[in-house]
């Protein structure tokens, strides 16, 4: 379990992340500058926080007020760069073996041969890295940080420097590889579909603070503040008012559409933001309409053909219509099932547990 | 002709590029790689040598380390004599070369990608990092500069003169003799030791493109 809450002050910018996670992977997932990189070399230890402990199954490799600050190579702690960052001097094989200065010459061959086999790199053990292909070379420095059998392994956006197909590839190969790895894993990314892919806890980190951190979904489905809802791509943010905050018959007023909703409300009255993905959006035959609740009827004001599905904007008829636009995202099938285009009138539905309810900004 | 200011020459240089190299290696590490209040102000004296006449720079080192000097009349005490002798050659070439060295290795050590110490620090303490990465890629770069040092260090005449002197069979090295040997009127002499100098550099240059490269 890796346990952390520091401070870090470079120049104008305050680092102080919080965060507790058990033995899988995390997805650090923000912004660029949002202090992602940073978080992970002041956990790997190249910098000194200034307040606050990093603690790692136990052992504290970092606490400022008992003074200590563990040295990156007695923390147990792989690191993997974009950049891949490998020996340009050393061969594959040494590259791996940097680690294990401290094992027999026979032990250290055999771990060497046994992550060459593991990387799928057994005929490289002799090339130098700038040899090697993106992928490979990346697969080098994962290999290189495994190799030590870390308690901790950070990477840092490993994918950024592949091109799509090599990148699609080694990821589902980092994961293979992670399965037999049973120490903790971040992985730092600003792609939210690699953090999904990739990470069974997502950590939302914006402005050198965690802003959300817990299982993807319930981040994905359930962002907190409006802040971490537009991290991740929630674009249906509405501003309404609670109706009735009884459980079972909660709902909000939005412009004159009641919306029944299932998480719990504030007292009748209050004002709320809330949101709802835009892929959880549901399009409706009119012929159904009637029997669903939350049904809004309106128009297709814009959409966009993204390959694999519709990206549409629609806007209510009525009074609604003055709570914005809303986005749906709808599949190629689907839009050729309903016949959907620009101005043609539809209806959508919200699903009750798919509305949510941000909390006010503190 | 005269052999004493050849082999003078050749072990001053020498002892100089090794005093710069160990000396201008750790400056340009310490400049490159961390970052403390006088930074600027090391910097700007290491390089001082390089753009104050000789003969100002001999002349202090002469009163900081003569008999009368802070350190001179310290080391005296200690039963080390400096001034007038071959030792002060090696510190003129020394402190005329420090800058070059410093300059070149800086450069070096730019040249290595911080990130590849950083993972190289995750795996060993930072000694061995600097002796196995850093140096090892920083390695063309330290060469150049060493190569500088050891021809500055054959060269060097301004400072020697103030702080060795030119005397023959002592501290005499190549230049001094040299300018002797013309103020003597000796053009024969001269001639022998300016081509001898000439040889010495061009053998060294040969040796070191012979050199293997560092893969990258």
Excluded at chain 1, 91 to 100: F, H, I, M
Aim: glycine fraction near 8%.
């Amino acid at each position: 379990m890796l346990d952390f809450a520091f401070e870090y002050r470079l120049e104008d910018f305050l680092l102080a992340p919080a965060l507790t996670t058990g033995r899988d992977v995390t997805a650090l997932y923000g912004p660029s500058g949002a202090g992602k990189s940073l978080t992970l070399l002041c956990l790997v230890g190249l910098r000194r926080p200034s307040r606050g402990y990093i603690r790692l199954n136990g052992r504290t490799l970092f606490d400022a007020t008992a003074g200590i600050h563990l040295p990156p190579h007695l923390r147990r702690t792989g690191l993997v760069f974009q950049e891949y960052a490998l020996f340009p001097h050393l061969t594959v094989a040494s590259n791996l073996a940097y680690g294990l200065r401290n094992s027999s010459r026979a032990e250290m061959q055999e771990r060497v041969q046994a992550m060459l086999r593991l990387l799928r790199l057994d005929a490289f053990g002799d090339r130098y890295p700038g040899e090697l292909s993106g992928g490979q070379r990346q697969r080098v420095a994962l290999g290189r940080g495994l190799i030590i059998q870390p308690e901790l392994l950070l990477l840092d956006e490993p994918f950024s420097a592949l091109d799509q197909m090599e990148r699609e590839r080694l990821r589902v190969e980092v994961l293979e590889l992670l399965q037999g790895f049973g120490g903790t894993t971040i992985l730092v990314t600003h792609n939210l579909q690699e953090a999904y892919l990739m990470a069974r806890q997502i950590a939302v980190i914006d402005g050198g603070r965690i802003l959300q951190a817990g299982t993807r979904d319930e981040v994905l489905q359930h962002p907190r503040t409006r802040r971490v809802a537009e991290h991740v791509a929630v674009t249906n943010i509405f501003q309404g008012t609670v109706a009735d905050a009884d459980a079972g018959a909660a709902a909000i007023s939005w412009h004159g559409q009641r919306l029944m909703v299932t998480c719990p409300l504030p007292p009748p009255g209050t004002s709320v933001e809330f949101c709802i993905r835009p892929e959880d959006v549901r399009l409706v035959w009119p012929e159904k309409a009637t029997e669903r609740p939350n049904v809004l009827r309106g128009h297709l004001t814009a959409e966009v053909e993204r390959g694999v599905d519709f990206l549409l904007r629609f806007r209510a008829e009525g009074p609604t219509a003055a709570g914005g636009e809303i986005e749906i995202h709808c599949s190629e099938h689907l839009h050729y099932l309903m016949k959907l285009h620009p101005g043609k009138q539809v209806f959508i539905a919200f699903a009750l547990d798919k509305l949510h309810v941000l909390a006010p900004p503190s | 002709m005269e052999l004493f200011p050849i082999f003078l020459s050749i072990r001053v240089a020498t002892l100089s590029t090794m005093l710069a190299g160990v000396l201008g290696v750790g400056l340009a590490w310490v400049l490159t790689r961390t970052r403390f209040p006088g930074r600027t102000l090391l910097e700007s004296i290491v390089v001082l040598p390089l753009v104050l006449p000789p003969t100002v720079v001999g002349f202090y080192l002469l009163l900081f380390l003569g008999r009368s000097g802070p350190l001179g009349a310290w080391l005296e005490a200690a039963g080390l004599e400096i001034v007038f002798t071959w030792r002060a050659a090696v510190i003129a070439a020394t402190v005329a070369s420090l800058p070059l060295v410093v300059k070149a290795v800086q450069a070096a050590f730019e040249t290595v990608d911080p990130k590849i110490e950083a993972a190289a620090r995750t795996l060993r303490p930072a000694a061995s990092v600097f002796l196995t990465v850093t140096l090892p890629l920083a390695w063309r770069g330290i060469l150049a500069g060493l190569v500088l040092a050891f021809a500055r260090g054959m060269g060097e005449f301004g400072i020697t003169l103030m702080l060795a002197g030119s005397i023959p069979g002592r501290t005499q090295t190549l230049p001094l003799a040299i300018y002797d040997a013309v103020q003597a009127n000796d053009l024969a002499q001269a001639n022998a030791l300016a081509l001898t100098t000439i040889g010495i550099v061009t053998v060294l240059l040969f040796v070191l493109s012979r050199l293997p490269r560092v893969r990258l």
